[in-house]
């Protein structure tokens, strides 16, 4: 994986394998969850839906062991419902049901390890629930989700600890907490107040995303990794 094909590539499996250095758990969980909420409609069980949700939680210690443990005990009693389940229609909810599974796997397990089957698993899913799906279209939108995770791998930003000022943390963490990706080019601004002339970095908060939790320049503010 060059830097000219992560700018321009459509498919999440080359290039989590294209990296030299294996992004956080946090990061890849992050991901994991955010493919998942792109088909937060096919999901019949609320449990499944928890999963995400515990899963983005326990990612950034909002939610302790026992509770992704008892998570993933449920996702995987939705998923093991729906197994005897065979139309494509079925057949899709539960591919999307596995993946909820793996959003809250611990990091060690089997489900979990793999992302780019994560993924591929989501964009199946989304053509099983309608024949007329393209499946290199949920590939694009999730290697785009990866992009805003991850940021440039090959250009990392040297931010600036200046650029953290009251104003400029204050805002991201609202843009975190309340998922207001909207915000974002508000963020921009105040990073420029505070100093901040990186095209890469105030391009991304500009830009029509899409940004999702883990977004590599509000991490990079919140010192998260």
């Known amino acids: 994986m060059t830097e000219a094909e992560w700018v321009v590539w459509n498919d999440p499996s080359p290039m989590l394998e294209g990296l030299d250095n294996e992004p956080s758990w946090r990061k890849l969980r992050l991901f994991a969850c955010s493919c998942c909420r792109r088909v937060f409609h096919l999901y019949r069980a609320s449990h499944s839906r928890d999963a995400?949700?515990?899963?983005?939680?326990?990612?950034?210690?909002?939610?302790?062991?026992?509770?992704?443990?008892?998570?993933?005990?449920?996702?995987?009693?939705?998923?093991?419902?729906?197994?005897?389940?065979?139309?494509?229609?079925?057949?899709?909810i539960n591919l999307a049901a596995l993946a909820a599974l793996g959003a809250v796997t611990h990091p060690q397990g089997p489900i979990f390890q793999d992302h780019s089957r994560l993924a591929f698993a989501l964009f199946t899913a989304e053509q099983a629930a309608d024949a007329t799906a393209h499946p290199q279209i949920e590939q694009a939108a999730q290697a785009a989700l990866l992009r805003d995770i991850l940021g440039n791998p090959f250009r990392p930003v040297a931010f600036d600890p200046t650029?953290?000022?009251?104003?400029?943390?204050?805002?991201?963490?609202?843009v975190y907490d309340d998922r207001a990706f909207d915000r974002l080019p508000v963020l921009a601004d105040a990073?420029?107040?505070?100093?901040?002339?990186?095209?890469?970095?105030?391009?991304?908060?500009?830009?029509d995303g899409p940004h999702v939790r883990g977004c590599w320049v509000v991490d990079l503010i919140l010192g998260k990794t």
């Open 163 to 174: 650029w953290r000022t009251e104003a400029v943390v204050a805002l991201a963490r609202g």
């Open 52 to 92: 995400v949700e515990v899963g983005e939680s326990w990612a950034d210690g909002w939610a302790t062991d026992d509770q992704l443990a008892k998570a993933g005990i449920l996702a995987e009693a939705a998923f093991n419902a729906l197994l005897f389940q065979s139309n494509g229609q079925a057949n899709a």
């Open 191 to 207: 990073l420029e107040d505070a100093g901040c002339a990186d095209a890469d970095v105030l391009t991304h908060c500009r830009g």
